[in-house]
């Protein structure tokens, strides 16, 4: 069953648009939506969440439309914005005491498990808590309201390293019993190294590529040789930089000759975004 | 519905709008004032102070991720509101009545606090309700604006009013002297007053909530 079904949205905007943005996430996985700052990542995902009104296309969850059955989905869906703050001069049992009345499925019990295991203490106001654990917050009550999908933007920024894998840690807890499915926005690449199955990246409001991540990964190869041998494979390359030794430059494996002599490395998810950037840039 | 008024009272409306009534109420003590500005520090604190709180603690996205639905959001907006302003008007009617009793030899040169009064009243928050509630839901943001135009509106009303009250001799008899001696006069004005007060505030609502869906959050 699919946690998530976009199909072909587009929203246009003065100066940016996306366009026929279509992915599929599989229940109990994790997927990493990448993509460059202002790539369209918030905007997919504010769509996803019915905050926009789209052009065309369609956002089903759990099967269901959200247009259409909003309020039903709300109750199985998490959310977490990484930069956005709210009510932060109110305590956690207040907030707490305010949110869970909303929910049918709400359990007290699962929740405080999870105070317990966030070490967050109920008394504390939102402003104390640090990044990490405003997110681990939001973890808590999405799960204690039984929510059945899990839409992160961006909720590992601004953490150090040991948050961060402390978070992914859990994300990958979460899903191991097949019945939550998260979605997370990052640019910090590595992230997804660690711990998404599939990978979804966006360059300029349309998708990339979505697919399994080993198969992201495998479809691009890192090409690096000298700058004579450029001129055999420019054509293919998706961008390219050159240096005193030559050129490293990104190409998709389909297109790449195993048989020339130029190097070929698999790429990180970082490089394969660096490259991606460089092509939009070319375009300018 | 319910839970969403719950919501707004427990972490929305800071307890200080609540104490605001009695604070400003208290000025119906100052002898023969201009009491429309009693209720006027309504529109000129505690509304503004209470938007500017919503849009630092990213209220609309907050209200927004919760199972419910934009019309129940607009409506619990509405009523706390129209519950705030309840406890401006009726604070300070008892306030007016203690303080009618108080000063029984000055003379009231700007309306004094009867029904007939408080019914101009409601027609004032009524005038603001229908022009903030329906401008602000434009962009459920932007509340400066709103805030200008509607307490722009009232005061103008309020002034009209007042300067009605003393130059038109008809208006006079009705708002000053023996005319305040008319319960039934009194009383019809004041009912007139809530029902416009209950008209202007319910076309408020229902412009909001038809333009409200068209915000992107």
Known sequence: MLALDIRNLNKAYPNFQLQNVSFQLEKGYIMGFIGANGAGKTTTIKSILNMLHIDSGEVLILGKNIAEHEIELKQEIGYAFGDIDFYTRSKIKT???VIKKFYKNW????YYNYLRRFKLDENKKIAELSTGMKVKYNLALALSHGAKLLVLDEPTSGLDP??????LEIFQELVVDGEVSILFSTHITSDLEKCADY??????????????KEEFIESYRLLNGKESQLEQVKDQLISYKKNSFGFTGLIHSKDFDP????????????EIMIYFSKKEDSYV | MYNLLIKEFKIGVLPTFLIMPVLTG???FVPGWIYFIVLLYFCWITIPNMFAGFRSQNDLMFTFMLPVTKKDIVKAKVYVIVILELMHIVIAMIFGMISNGLYSNITYYFFEPHMGFWGLCFVMFGIFNIIFIAKFYKTAYKYGEAIFVAVGAAMLFAGVAQWLGIQSPFLHDIFYGDGLDNMALQASILIVGIAIFIAFTMIAYRVAIKRFPKVEI
């Open chain 1, 259 to 270: 048989s020339s002599e130029i190097n070929a490395a698999i790429p990180s998810l970082e």
């Open chain 1, 95 to 97: 907030l707490t005491d």
């Open chain 1, 199 to 212: 990978i979804t990246f966006i360059v300029n409001g349309q998708i990339v590529k979505s697919s399994e």
């Open chain 1, 162 to 167: 040991v948050a961060r894998d402390n978070l």
């Open chain 2, 26 to 28: 208290a000025l119906m």
């Open chain 1, 107 to 110: 359990n007290d019990e699962t």
